[in-house]
């Protein structure tokens, strides 16, 4: 195998535990992961909290125990509460768009046990922990959720992350961190305006998502590229966007993406790889994620699965440091 990509835990081994809770992040952390991800938003007293969405409703009892603090469009919002009323919702595993069904059914069953919400200091804390007690040197992914959105809510969770990090001794490009963003413009004004020296990841994402007023189409092209090499060190396309299936035999063929990227210096970690969602063209999960690392060479994979990545890339748990 060529130089061995990271492994990135993509919300904890979330293929086994509902996703962002420390139980998912420490069983990620066994498997051998070599980055554990964080999602983050702020609460009503803009505590750092880890969380995929601004709403808690797909994954939390947040309707059944707070009935009434619901917004305008039916959705409750991390922002709109405390830290310490967020710390008494149960978290369960996550419910589809509509929040009719478990979205993946075949995970970690839906309202069984008892998981709760986690700061991004609890977390970091954790980490950095197991990290000395283990000598290993695991890294940290953070990702700054909807910051337009936040900081018309009055808050800059950029700021308040990028202080916290420093707290915890993330400071230079040599420290095991990534900050990653889907908002272009916010990834310039951490380099350019809150003077961020950690290595950058800008994550792109379909126009169709509506996630920011990015263009994603113009940020895929060699111009779009070339901007973001300017403040960042890598890209995080999705998957779909590295590969087309051949009319002929419906074979995998590279977009060119992940080579127009390295040529012009940044890294591409690619999301998200789960072996309960292999991709038509692939034979098995271990076949997607050796065709990405063997003939597209990508730098790195966002995985639910941490233990069959490695697997598949023959490494063996807790080998890697
Ligand atoms: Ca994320």
């Known amino acids: 195998m060529p130089a061995s990509p990271i492994v990135i835990a993509h919300r904890g081994a979330s293929g086994y535990l509902p996703e962002h809770t420390q139980e998912a992040k420490a069983l990620a952390y066994a498997m051998g992961?070599?980055?554990?991800?964080?999602?983050v938003?702020?609460?009503?007293?803009?505590?750092?909290?880890?969380?995929?969405?601004?709403?808690?409703d797909r994954v939390s009892d947040v309707a059944s125990r707070f009935p009434d603090r619901h917004?305008?469009?039916?959705?409750?919002?991390?922002?709109?509460?405390?830290?310490?009323?967020?710390?008494?919702?149960?978290?369960?595993?996550r419910l589809n768009d509509d929040g009719s069904a478990a979205a993946f059914p075949g995970r970690f069953p839906l309202h069984k046990g008892r998981f709760r919400i986690v700061t991004?200091?609890?977390?970091?804390?954790?980490?950095?922990?197991m990290n000395r007690a283990t000598g290993r040197n695991v890294g940290i992914y953070p990702e700054?959720?909807?910051?337009?959105?936040h900081r018309a809510e009055g808050v800059d969770v950029s700021a308040l992350l990028l202080a916290m990090l420093d707290d915890y001794g993330y400071r230079s490009a040599a420290d095991p961190v990534f900050v990653q963003c889907f908002d272009a413009a916010e990834v310039r004004r951490l380099k350019n305006e809150l003077d961020c020296q950690l290595p950058l990841i800008q994550l792109i994402g379909e126009n169709s998502w509506a996630e920011s007023d990015t263009d994603y189409d113009y940020l895929r092209s060699e111009a779009g590229l070339r901007e973001i090499a300017a403040t960042a060190i890598g890209i995080g396309p999705w998957i779909g966007q590295?590969?087309?299936?051949?009319?002929?035999?419906?074979?995998?063929?590279?977009?060119?993406?992940?080579?127009?990227?390295?040529?012009?210096?940044?890294a591409v970690h690619p999301y998200t790889f789960r072996a309960d969602a292999v991709p038509p063209g692939f034979a098995s999960y271990a076949a997607l994620v050796q065709w990405f690392v063997l003939e597209l060479k990508v730098d790195g994979l966002f995985t639910d699965f941490?233990?069959?990545?490695?697997?598949?890339?023959?490494?063996r748990p807790l080998a890697r440091s």
Do not use: C
Request: glycine residues 6%; without cysteine; proline residues 2%.
């Open 33 to 39: 992961a070599d980055f554990l991800e964080q999602d």
């Open 306 to 315: 941490a233990d069959k990545t490695l697997e598949a890339l023959q490494l």
């Open 144 to 149: 700054i959720k909807a910051p337009a959105w």
């Open 242 to 266: 590295l590969y087309t299936l051949a009319n002929i035999d419906g074979q995998p063929v590279s977009t060119g993406l992940v080579k127009l990227a390295q040529q012009l210096g940044l």
């Open 120 to 129: 991004l200091a609890q977390e970091i804390e954790m980490i950095q922990g």
């Open 41 to 56: 938003v702020a609460s009503r007293d803009d505590q750092l909290i880890v969380s995929h969405d601004i709403h808690l």
């Open 71 to 93: 917004r305008d469009d039916g959705r409750f919002y991390v922002r709109d509460f405390e830290l310490q009323e967020l710390q008494t919702l149960n978290i369960h595993e």
